[in-house]
C-alpha cells in the first residue's frame, strides 16, 4: 500500500489507502481532525436521532479504521472501498449517517419497531426545495417484521436550483423527519450550512 492523495474529493482510490505504519504514524492528527468535523457535521433531530453528514475526509478515517481493526491487510481494501466509498458526496448530494441513539436496549427496541420506512421520510427544505432522502440501495435497513435498524446511510440528491439556493449565505435550512412514529425537525446552524456548501462543485 503506498500513500498518495486523490485528485477527486468525491472518491477514494487504494492509492489513498496507507499502509497500517504510516497510518499509525498519522492517526491521531486525523482523528483529531475528524473529530472536529464531525462535530460541525453532526445534527440532532427530536430526542434521539442524529444525522452526520459525511465527506471524504470521515470515510477515508472510517475505512482506515475498519482496516486496522480487522487487521485483514491488503485483501480487506477492495470490500472496504466498495462499502463505504459510495458514502463520499458526489458533488451534487449531501450524503448522511442517520443514528437512532437511545442507550436502554429494551426502549431501543420499542422504538425502533414503531419505525418503519423511517429512513425515506426524511426531507432537507431550502428556499421552497425539498430534497428526499434516497436509501443507500445497497443496505436493507427495515425488516420485514416492521423493526428499522438503528443507522442508515443516506443520500440526499440535489437539483442545481436546491444546490443554489442551499450555497446563498444566510440561507435558512430545515431537516424534517415525517414519519407518523417521528414528527420531527430542527433548523441547520449556518456554520453547518456553510460547512455543507463544500460538499457541491
Avoid at 498519522?26 to 465527506?55: H, Y
Wanted: proline share 5%.
Amino acid at each position: 500500500m503506498q500513500e498518495s492523495q486523490s485528485t477527486s474529493k468525491h472518491r477514494i482510490a487504494a492509492g489513498d489507502i496507507l499502509s497500517m505504519p504510516e497510518y499509525e504514524a498519522v492517526r491521531a492528527e486525523r482523528r483529531a481532525k475528524v473529530v472536529a468535523e464531525k462535530r460541525d457535521r453532526r445534527l440532532a433531530i427530536g430526542p434521539f436521532a442524529t444525522l452526520i453528514f459525511e465527506s471524504y475526509d470521515t470515510i477515508w478515517y472510517q475505512i482506515h479504521e475498519m482496516l486496522r481493526i480487522e487487521k485483514g491487510g491488503e485483501a480487506q481494501i477492495a470490500d472496504e472501498l466498495a462499502a463505504y466509498g459510495p458514502l463520499i458526496p458526489n458533488g451534487r448530494e449531501l450524503v448522511a449517517t442517520l443514528m437512532f441513539e437511545i442507550n436502554d436496549p429494551a426502549r431501543r427496541g420499542r422504538e425502533l419497531a414503531k419505525l418503519a420506512g423511517v429512513e425515506e421520510t426524511i426531507a432537507i427544505e431550502v428556499g421552497g426545495e425539498t430534497v428526499m432522502a434516497q436509501p443507500e440501495h445497497d443496505v436493507e435497513r427495515t425488516r420485514e417484521d416492521g423493526k428499522t435498524s438503528a443507522v442508515h446511510f443516506l443520500h440526499f440528491p440535489f437539483t442545481p436550483a436546491a444546490i443554489e439556493k442551499f450555497c446563498a449565505p444566510g440561507a435558512k435550512v430545515v431537516i424534517a423527519v415525517r414519519h407518523p412514529a417521528y414528527g420531527h425537525m430542527t433548523a441547520m446552524p449556518e456554520a453547518t450550512r456553510q460547512l455543507l456548501a463544500r460538499d457541491f462543485d
